[in-house]
């Protein structure tokens, strides 16, 4: 074989091993990513039950209210 023929294939092996080197370290970062993701989904569930069932309360007490009012629209006026 040439020198620049050597030349080429030790280029090409050593470009080979850096990009699986990168796609080893982006799979391992993926990983992490996921993990992470999937501990604050798990930490943030409570919290949005709190918020949705806040809002369902402040549905029902809006009905309430609306049932309540004279007119029955949102548009009353409190009385002072």
């Known amino acids: 074989m040439s020198p620049a ?3 080429v294939i030790a280029i090409l092996v050593a470009t080979s091993v850096v990009l699986l080197v990168l796609v080893i370290a982006l799979a391992r970062h ?3 990513l996921a ?3 999937a501990e604050f989904q798990a ?3 409570p919290e949005l039950e709190e918020i949705q069932r806040g809002a369902e309360e402040a ?3 809006a009905q309430r209210i609306s ?3 004279p007119s029955g629209g949102a548009g ?3 009385r002072s």
Request: charged fraction near 35%; glycine fraction near 4%.
């Open 35 to 37: 993990r992470s993701l």
């Open 5 to 7: 023929a050597v030349t």
């Open 59 to 61: 549905g029902r007490r």
């Open 30 to 32: 993926v990983r992490v």
């Open 43 to 45: 930490a943030l569930q």
């Open 76 to 78: 009353a006026r409190i």
């Open 67 to 69: 049932e309540r009012s």
